[in-house]
Nanobody
Framework: QVQLVESGGGLVQAGDSLTLSCEAF????????MGWFRQAPGTEREFVAA????????LYADAVKGRFTIWRDNTKNTVTLQMNSLRPEDTAVYYC???????????????WGQGTQAQVTV
């Protein structure tokens, strides 16, 4: 059974940093491209960042470029999203996802975690 388990969310102030982690279980992690998405209340889920299976290509949403960094460790079955210079508009539930093909589209991902909440106050 495939499981993606996120951790690292929390409550921070604007300008602070958070590090989100996602650990995969029951899957050949190195065979999947990984993505992070987020969903704020009343909005649709949106793409944040993605990394391919060999970790030599990344994609970022324009809203997070230069502030967020994604990386993965295939030896530990983990993908990490480092979020710096956080803004109130980054407040959302963050989800990690696994799929085949580096993509910004949520429907291209097959497996999803349960999400972790990040809240940024002014």
């Amino acid at each position: 059974q495939v499981q993606l388990v996120e951790s690292g969310g929390g409550l921070v102030q604007a300008g602070d940093s958070l590090t989100l982690s996602c650990e995969a279980f029951g899957v050949t992690f190195s065979a999947y491209d990984m993505g992070w998405f987020r969903q704020a209340p009343g909005t649709e889920r949106e793409f944040v960042a993605a990394i391919n299976r060999s970790a030599d290509r990344t994609l970022y949403a324009d809203a997070v470029k230069g502030r967020f960094t994604i990386w993965r460790d295939n030896t530990k079955n983990t993908v990490t999203l480092q979020m710096n210079s956080l803004r109130p508009e980054d407040t959302a539930v963050y989800y990690c996802a696994a799929g085949v093909g580096l993509s910004t589209i949520s429907s291209d991902y097959h497996y999803w975690g349960q999400g972790t909440q990040a809240q940024v106050t002014v």
